[in-house]
């Protein structure tokens, strides 16, 4: 027979025991399905992201393409990603935040999906795109790098280049699915152009935006000034037709009109109607978002940006990598209406 007392103890031992154990799981499973309930907004974070980016979760090899090498003559083979690198590091500074060169690597492996979609746009006969930065991308190969920059710039920056393009593998720029054609140039006024304000092709995605994060850039604002004499020399030699004398220059010179973004549509040149266009290439200004100011001797260009001013702004996506936006959202920014898609 048992002792009451142990009984008694043995059920005062389990008046205390008993809650604790209860209440101490009760409080467990809170906080386990507080964690879980973090983790699914984590997850729906992460998908909110994925679903903006359009993954398609693909892991294919990464297509090989024709390059035009302009310098040796001649067309090579090379695999798309390999072909990135060099380009990459041709055309934005390696010293850019990385989220501007994954935004970079995305629009140059776009353009070359544009190039092997739209054939007839390419100008090239056996080749998808060349390696002359005045027809296509910029491209500076492995060798040509490492020969300019040294070994220690390769350690720093080719592995940064590598890593813009490899976390970006196969991701494009699209416009209702297809391919878009990913104008970018170095600097903005703080606003960019309407493709069709300055090229003669209009496109849904090339619209004017605001681009206000374009101030570090060294080329944000120039000036050129020339004496009134030489400011005549080019344009007549280039207009042969127009008259100007230096006595009356300042009234014969007029701003008529000016683009969404900025830069001067038409300025009137003496007798005749140029466009900011036409004044931008015979003066050599990096824009064509100008001011034309006069004094005695001199005519003086007070220039804004640099570069065709249509599509993303390179400064413009450093400046808001450095803000903190991802080079998803600089890319979307940029590039009105559009989606990113992984094809591989
Ligand atoms: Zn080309």
């Known amino acids: 027979m048992k002792n009451p007392l142990v009984i008694l103890v043995g059920l005062v031992f389990l008046c205390i025991f008993v809650p604790v154990v209860v209440s101490t799981t009760l409080y467990d499973d809170v906080e386990a399905s507080n964690q879980s309930d973090e983790i699914n907004i984590e997850k729906q974070n992460e998908n909110e992201s994925k679903e903006l980016i359009n993954y398609e979760s693909v892991d294919k090899d990464a297509p090989t393409i024709k390059?035009?090498?302009?310098?040796?003559?001649?067309?090579?083979s090379m695999n798309i990603e390999t072909y990135l690198y060099g380009v990459l590091a041709?055309?934005?500074?390696?010293?850019?935040?990385?989220?501007?060169?994954?935004?970079?690597?995305?629009?140059?492996?776009?353009?070359?999906?544009?190039?092997?979609?739209?054939?007839?746009?390419?100008g090239h006969k056996n080749s998808v795109v060349c390696t002359d930065y005045k027809h296509c991308q910029e491209y500076k190969s492995y060798e040509t790098l490492k020969e300019t920059n040294g070994s220690q710039w390769m350690e720093e920056y080719y592995t940064k280049i590598k890593e813009a393009v490899d976390s970006t593998k196969g991701q494009i720029l699209v416009y209702n699915n297809k391919a878009i054609l990913p104008l970018y140039f170095s600097t903005s006024s703080g606003k960019t152009e309407n493709s069709e304000e300055v090229f003669s092709n209009q496109y849904p995605y090339l619209k004017s935006v605001d681009s206000p994060y374009d101030g570090e850039s060294p080329k944000y604002t120039s000036q050129i000034t020339m004496s009134k004499s030489e400011f005549i020399n080019v344009i007549?030699?280039?207009?042969?037709?127009?008259?100007?004398?230096?006595?009356?220059?300042?009234?014969?010179?007029?701003?008529?009109?000016?683009?969404?973004?900025?830069?001067?549509?038409?300025?009137?040149?003496?007798?005749?109607?140029?466009?900011?266009?036409?004044?931008?290439?015979?003066?050599?200004?990096?824009?064509?978002?100008?001011?034309?100011?006069?004094?005695?001797?001199?005519?003086?260009?007070?220039?804004?940006?640099?570069?065709?001013?249509?599509?993303?702004?390179?400064?413009?996506?450093?400046?808001?990598?450095?803000?903190?936006?991802?080079?998803?959202?600089?890319?979307?920014?940029?590039?009105?209406?559009?989606?990113?898609?992984?094809?591989?």
Not at 244 to 257: G, V
Not at 277 to 288: C, E, G, K, Q, W
Not at 292 to 306: C, H, L, T
Not at 318 to 342: N, P, R, S, V
Request: hydrophobic residues 35%; negative net charge.
């Open 90 to 122: 041709g055309e934005m500074s390696a010293k850019f935040d990385i989220e501007a060169l994954k935004a970079q690597a995305i629009a140059a492996r776009t353009f070359v999906i544009y190039k092997k979609e739209n054939p007839n746009s390419s």
């Open 236 to 344: 007549t030699k280039n207009y042969p037709s127009i008259t100007l004398n230096s006595n009356s220059l300042e009234s014969n010179i007029k701003i008529l009109s000016r683009s969404e973004g900025g830069s001067v549509s038409e300025i009137k040149v003496g007798n005749k109607e140029l466009t900011g266009v036409n004044i931008r290439s015979i003066f050599n200004l990096n824009s064509a978002n100008f001011e034309i100011k006069f004094n005695d001797d001199d005519v003086i260009f007070n220039i804004k940006g640099y570069g065709h001013g249509v599509g993303m702004s390179q400064w413009g996506a450093q400046g808001m990598a450095e803000e903190g936006f991802l080079y998803y959202e600089i890319l979307k920014h940029y590039y009105t209406g559009t989606d990113i898609k992984d094809l591989y």
């Open 67 to 76: 390059v035009y090498n302009h310098i040796k003559g001649i067309s090579e």
